[in-house]
């Protein structure tokens, strides 16, 4: 793996970077967003569609180990030459994490000196250091993600300390362990806890580590504190490797990560709509924002997101956004995807995670574009209001759903 800083925002520490990775045809520039996997493959994307998303910005993919221990053996997976071999997408890179927010959560309770526990659909698992270090030798992962023991923002301080600790124990131990190679990310907790948060970072930037998992977020914080926590442990770390943040999933809250440097994102927040039948249709954005990108057709909240199950839609014949260059906006349209989530048929999702993707996608090219020119902070603020007028349009459809 190859990163560097090619451009910061005029003011504050927004940045964008290349990031090269040697399964990928051409180097991934950042802020970028990987996508979410369910034992590699896109939720709902079949892999003969992958290659209708942008490239090569689809080509980073978020995968759990955790998601294989209801199937292959590690050690089947291995015979099979890694992920990459075993799922036939050579030209795709892998970041591997223990955690996600939809089939591997963490669980605090559970978690003892041994391992890291988690929810999963085997039930509650307790992985051990040398446990995950095994499994992540055996798939190959391009980037992977040390164990860590993630806590919720309310914990006593006592639990946040032991969490800190462990995580670096558990980090020392996967590096001591590791033979397959990679790129290591050192994972960073401390909760809600701005001093326990600036400790870890301090540890964890000592080791040898080529990047850094922000972890801990999305457990219970608030926007409002979030800054805070994300500065104290950007400020420590070394400027020159990237920085991959879980649980941030929100524009807004995209906004805030990128903010505080953060370089890779996850997107299980393009799941989460898929599966409501929500698509995404708010104007990813530019540098210069003006009144005549927000009014296309919109009707009150449409400016983000609209339900397509919504009976309003159901002989609307427009694409989900009219100038969208992806697959779905280019073949289908608003009625025939209402049909298709009314009959419960599977393509719905399909055609709508390919759409929930590309416009995701737009989005952080577009913020690339914003700090390369020096604007971001114009382009965040502008992005907010724009998204708060939705709350307070005067013809807001029933069937819009607002962020």
Known sequence: MKFAVKAW??????????????????PIETPALLLSTRKGLPHFISPDLLPSL??????LLQ????HFLEG???????????????????DYAFAAVARDSIQSLP??????????????RCGRLLIKPVD???????????????????????VSEKRNKTSVDRTVRWLDECIARNSAGGTVLGSIVGGSNVEERERCAQEVSQRSVSGYLIGGFGLGESMEERPALLNAVTDILQEEKPRFVCGLGLPEEVLQGVAAGIDLFDSEYVYH???????????????EINGSEFHPSYMGSEKTKINLKATIYRKDTSPIVEDCGCYTCQNHTKAYINHLLNVHEMLAQILLEIHNTHHYLRFFKSIREAIKAGEFEKFRQGFIERRRECDDHPDVAAAAVCV
């Open 9 to 26: 925002n005029s003011s504050g520490k927004a940045r964008s970077g290349i990031l090269q990775l040697g399964n990928c045809p051409g």
């Open 54 to 59: 942008p490239s090569p910005d689809s080509h």
């Open 63 to 66: 995968v759990s180990p955790l």
């Open 72 to 90: 292959l053996s590690p050690k089947t997976i291995s015979s099979l030459g890694g992920l990459n071999q075993m799922l036939g997408l050579p």
């Open 107 to 120: 669980e605090y309770n559970s978690t003892n000196k041994i391992g890291a526990s988690f929810e999963t």
């Open 132 to 154: 995950y270090v095994e499994m992540i030798s055996c798939m190959r992962p391009d980037i992977w993600a040390t164990l860590a023991d993630e806590v919720p923002a309310w």
């Open 273 to 287: 709509l898929t599966l409501g039948g929500i698509a995404l249709t708010f104007p990813p954005g530019g540098v």
